[in-house]
């Protein structure tokens, strides 16, 4: 006589465990389970004890079953009722409370037995439906053998490691597993839906430690063993198949049970920002104290195949037994009664055999669920296939429909939707009277599913685990220390043989890819391993490196930086003392302590030094002021209005207006102006300066400090070195291009000591008070013409206007040398003429026999200027033309303002008076030059007599 046990109690009882060792002491025996991944694990633990000559595999979709097989793992529904072994046990008979496949486990409680033994394996609410179902059977109950409790909620990024997260959706899952990947490096994905080589795969990861965190479904909760510590819940509520409803007291510490592994403990919580869990609840879980099953599910097994009518209603039968009630329509079943109503099969089901075949091909699980409609369209093919003349599935379609799935290229949802499909043919080839040649379907189509489901570990894996990242956290963990190197031409990092990031100058930057807190361990643990290298880093900048040193002013950035060998070192900030700007170290560089220090001191040197060489006549002028150095020898110090001006200078980083000190420069004599000159200072037309400091590298310095005092932000560029001109932006402050050496004159910043060059050059051509045309060579100074060089005349004190005048012969126009801005040593000076100035045009010159002949000579426009103080009275009359090409009846002209220091107004720096002051004594006139007669103006003279005497 069968002996029958009930074991019951909590998780992590080993209740499986104790099962497993029982069917081993016996001579054969079988097991059901409620899932094949569960079947396939007992399955591979039993084949490692007994050889694989003596273990089956009985699944739906797969059969390993050796000749001569002594023990047989199974999924509950593939375990025949009469297995005829001496062992049987079924796993998780709380499965019986199952509306969708309650009524399998149901039948296996009522009615599967060993020959020897038989065992029921579950949860402790079980105790009173197995006393009242079967009154003989022995209830053995088993204590959790570690504690269970509630921890507070915690963020996903904060979960402790071997932490499993439990979602109720595949959606829910990937958008855990996503999140989980951005901050934790990595995750296993663990779902019912997976094929056992995939899901093996996923949970061999997480059991080795390449990944610490679990993404699962409640499918964890049906007997998995891992070494979970502690289990997240992302909600408290699941799809059954029918409705949302909330997870019973009893459901939920099904899954949180899988927290804490033999006697290690383990906690449960929910992620904050959830529903937070009920007190009644989290008592019920701790205490392992449930409502006790009231009734399980069943289904009639005991069916008529008379008929269709006939096997519907037998299904339908109600139970006589108390405590059962009867099965909602599972997928089967409602397959059954869909195809009934089709005329087409209720023709062909007329016989026993009929209905049986169509009561088989109803339980073709449902394994893709898409529609309804798809599974009767292939349950409606299935059974016509069967009931035509061979009574089997054509090769050609069974072919046609596996050579479809058998392509591992798609996404995780594509390759998922495959492995789902392919299932169904596996559990079709299984049925060998439905197929000419089954075995040869098994072997094809579980071919496939392993392909596809390696295909869907490696784009999970690809998805959801920074492999790399994981790789590095096991083998820190492992050892506490990595093995470094690196590659000294291309300073790429590598840890354990994976490339984790380059190594610049002292900074170190990861790879995309590792994230959150792992890339923080990883990059602790690659400043720990390079610390060695970093010492002989620091050592050679000591020595010779930081002579090497540049400073980056790029646009955008809110700090210049000092970069060494390509890499930023240090940011610069302001002090607050003149002209003494400090380094700071990059908040990325892998320094500490004293070579922090060495680093630093060096930096701040050669910055130092950076900033007395190339402003040393600055820097001096600043000292004296204060009083930190003396006045050379034989100089006279600073004092009074001079030092107040020199004082200015220096607030202005080196440039002052000419216009902002005009009355004290009136004051000075020849003896306080050598005071200034002796710092470099030249006082010209339009502004103080000083001409070394226009020199590339002391204009970035002083636009930095000028930038970094006043709060400015997202500059220009600084103008190229060289550069005559260039386009004026709107929106920078004018004082960047007074510090950068420049003056704004209408769309065009042109170089200030140019514009002093060019106010010198046309001095002399408009003392006399008349209108004057400029040379090409002295547009050429500035590299402008047309309107631009006009706005330029404009900003030093020239109006002008556009007249149409006789062409007169004129050499062609060789371009001035301009005294380019001095180039730093090392650098290639800009041509003194921009390369995109416009041309300057030069009327041709007049054929002498069209000017003997008494032609009429061409006539064009071209621009005069004038110099024109605001007080100076404009002419009347004259058909002439503004600035711009339009016509101007009334003769007006353009510019004006007050000069400083052109024609009129203050001595210029030499001490003598400008030219053109027309408010002193009149000069006499001077003796006229005879013209030569072979000169061009003197056939244009003869041109002009002829016409006044045809008038």
Known sequence: MSIIKAVLGPTNTGKTHYAVERMLAHASGAMGFPLRLLAREVYDRVVAIKGKSRVALVTGEERIVPQGARYFLCTAEAMPRDAGVEFVAIDEIQMAADPERGHVFTEHLLYTRGLSETLLLGSDTMRPLIQQLVPDAEIISRPRLSTLSYAKPQRLQRLQRRSAVVGFSAADVYGLAELARRQKGGVAIVMGGLSPRTRNAQVGMYQSGEVDYLIATDAIGMGL???????????????????????????????????????KDGTFSTLSGTDGMDPGMISRIEDHAFEPVRRIVWRNHRLDFSSIESLTWSLEAPPRIEGLMRAHDAVDVRTLKALAADPAISGLAKSEAAVRALWDACQVPDFRKLHMDDHLHLV??????????????????????????????GDIDTLAGRIASIRVWTYISHKKSWLADAAHWAHVTRGVEDKLSDALHEQLTQRFVDRRTAVLMRSLRQRGELSVSIDNETNQVSVEGHDIGELHGFSFKAEPGAAGSDQRTLEAAAQAA????????????????????????????????LLWEGAVVATVHDSGAMFAPRAKLARDVLLDGDNA?????????????????????????????????????????????????????????????????????????????????????????????????????????????????????????IPTPGMVWVEAEATAPVDFYNLGGFRLAGKKAVRMDMMERLADAVRPLGSAGDWFEVTPEIMGLVGLSGEDFAAVMQAIGYGHEIRSLPVVPKAAPVAAEAEAAPVAEGEEAAPAVAEDAAPVEVPAEVPAEAVAAGAEPEMVERYV??????????????????????????????????????????????????????????????????????????????????????K
């Open 865 to 950: 200027f004038h110099w024109a103080p605001a007080r100076r009275p404009r002419p009347e009359g004259g058909d002439r033309k503004r600035g711009g090409g339009k016509p101007n009846p009334g003769g007006k002209r353009h510019g004006g303002g007050e000069h400083r220091g052109g024609p009129k107004g203050e001595r210029n720096e030499r001490g003598g008076k400008p030219r053109g002051d027309h408010r002193g004594p009149k000069r006499e006139a001077r003796p006229e030059k005879p013209m030569d007669p072979d000169s061009p103006f003197a056939a244009l003279a003869g041109l002009k007599d002829q016409l006044s005497r045809k």
């Open 597 to 717: 220090d060495l680093v630093l001191s060096k930096t701040q040197e050669w910055l130092d030094e950076r900033v007395t060489d190339k402003l040393g006549p600055l820097v001096n002028l600043a000292r004296e002021l204060n009083g930190e150095i003396e006045a050379p020898e034989g100089a006279e110090a600073l004092s009074g209005t001079v030092r107040g001006i020199a004082y200015r200078l220096v607030e202005g980083f080196g440039v002052l207006s000419r216009a902002d000190v005009a009355s004290d420069l009136k004051s000075l004599d020849q003896d306080a102006r050598k005071g200034l000159r002796r710092f470099g200072i030249r006082i010209g037309a339009f502004s103080l300066y000083m001409p070394l400091l226009l020199k590339p590298h002391a204009t970035e310095l002083r636009l930095m400090m000028w930038a970094m005092k006043t709060g400015q932000a997202a500059l220009p560029p």
């Open 530 to 561: 390079l610390g060695a290298e970093m010492t002989r880093r620091a050592k050679l900048f000591a020595n010779v490196g930081y002579k090497t040193l540049s400073l980056d002013f790029s646009e955008g950035l809110a700090f210049p930086r």
């Open 225 to 263: 063993n891992m070494d979970i510590g502690h289990v997240a819940f992302a909600g408290l509520t699941k799809f059954d198949g029918r409705i949302f409803r909330h997870l019973s007291p009893a459901e939920a510490a099904q899954i949180a049970g899988r927290a804490g592994r033999f006697e």
């Open 380 to 409: 409606r093919r299935l059974y016509e296939a069967l009931m035509g003349e061979t009574g089997t599935i054509p090769h050609d379609w069974i072919a046609r429909e596996v050579k479809r799935l058998d392509n591992i290229v």
